[in-house]
């Protein structure tokens, strides 16, 4: 069986028995033990074998391929249906968390901005004259401006983050 595949698989490829033993290292008359059944190769050249003719080793030992073609596909599918699950549950666990997070942004901003009301910047009454108080009123001073100016617009895109990344049904 292994000898006729040999020879059918290498005519198949166009090839002569000159050219498959130079592909192979090996002496023309190897190729021909082969092929007559007086010899057989040993398992590392029956790989290298293969590789050169393109052609799987269950197709050279006679083994029908269509069988190992379905089995092979089966364990594929199955493979990739797997990676699809994981896939699909870390998207659905990155989505739940960005919803949460946009969620959390709508809240502190909606917490801070009663928060500064209330507090009535105390540090604007600070004495600017002690180097303390005077780089920490500046800074304190600083970031509230910026909170004021930046949180509707902040909060505006969470509240737009948080309904696009909801869970629809």
């Not at 870390?90 to 709508?106: D, E, G, N, T």
């Not at 304190?140 to 509707?152: C, M």
Request: hydrophobic fraction near 50%; aromatic fraction near 8%; charge should be positive.
């Amino acid at each position: 069986m292994l000898s006729e595949n040999i020879k059918t698989i290498r005519k198949s490829k166009g090839l002569s028995q000159e050219e498959l033993a130079v592909k192979l290292n090996v002496v023309r008359q190897t190729i021909s033990k082969w092929e007559q059944g007086l010899s057989v190769p040993d398992a590392g050249m029956l790989i290298s074998l293969s590789e050169v003719l393109e052609t799987p080793v269950s197709a050279l030992l006679g083994e029908p391929a269509a069988e190992a073609k379905v089995d092979d596909l089966k364990v594929i599918s199955e493979k990739l249906e797997v990676i699809n699950l994981r896939l699909a549950r870390r998207k659905a666990a990155r989505q739940k968390a960005i919803h949460w997070f946009f969620i959390a942004l709508c809240i502190g901003i909606a917490v801070a901005f009663p928060v500064l009301i209330k507090l009535n910047s105390p540090y604007l009454g600070w004495d600017y004259g002690a180097p303390e108080t005077a780089v920490i009123g500046v800074g304190l001073h600083a970031l509230e401006w910026l909170f004021v100016r930046t949180a509707p617009f902040v909060l505006l895109g969470a509240v737009i983050g948080a309904w696009r990344t909801r869970k629809r049904a």
